[in-house]
């Protein structure tokens, strides 16, 4: 994968497989530290203890349609090359956590990518499912969360095509990363 958005998207896919209704996906930048760090956050069905430490082979998968499961192996080589990690948190029957963290400044590091277009079509093509998305910059922090749009809307579904537009527009206006280089 070229673009670190493109990790989101699979882990994302990753945890809508797993039954979750609530995905919650951090996108936290800290010049400072010169660390990225990004996770996605699931309610899915979880993992047991022995498929978290087979979940970074590439020849493991809990899929019936293939028999290689590259997103995760990817995104945590990604990291790694970085000089950063990946590390997985999941619990059977309460989700699973997966977080990876970046050098920010590391020449090797991919960029983020499509961050908004990755957000709005996971809620376009699934919405029956909350997110929560988090992007942070330093001190600048925003939020999406379907959860409270939802609230706002009533009986308006998200996949509306006003609605993608508007939540479009409001990532345009309060993404702290927008027109930056990362």
Avoid: H
């Avoid at 945590?76 to 950063?84: D, M, Y």
């Avoid at 957000?119 to 992007?135: A, G």
């Avoid at 922090?141 to 095509?161: A, N, Q």
């Amino acid at each position: 994968m070229k673009e670190l958005s493109l990790n989101l998207l699979d882990i994302a896919q990753n945890s809508l497989t797993a039954g979750a209704d609530l995905v919650e996906i951090g996108i936290l930048v800290d010049e400072q530290k010169d660390t990225l760090t990004i996770y996605i956050k699931d309610n899915g069905c979880g993992m047991t203890p022995e498929q978290v430490q087979s979940v970074t082979d590439p020849f493991f998968t809990t899929r019936t349609t293939r028999k290689v499961g590259l997103g995760i192996p990817l995104f945590k080589l990604a990291a790694q090359q970085t000089g950063g990690d990946l590390e997985i948190e999941s619990q059977k029957g309460v989700g699973t956590k997966t977080t990876a963290w970046f050098t920010l400044s590391s020449i090797d590091r991919m960029p983020l990518g499509d961050l908004k277009g990755t957000i709005t079509v996971l809620i376009r093509m699934n919405p029956q499912t909350d997110f929560l998305y988090i992007e942070q910059l330093n001190d600048k922090k925003m939020e999406i969360d379907t959860r409270t749009f939802r609230e706002i809307l009533g009986d308006v579904p998200l996949d509306d095509p006003d609605v993608m537009e508007w939540i479009s527009g409001f990532y345009d206006e309060n993404s702290p990363l927008t027109n930056t280089t990362y």
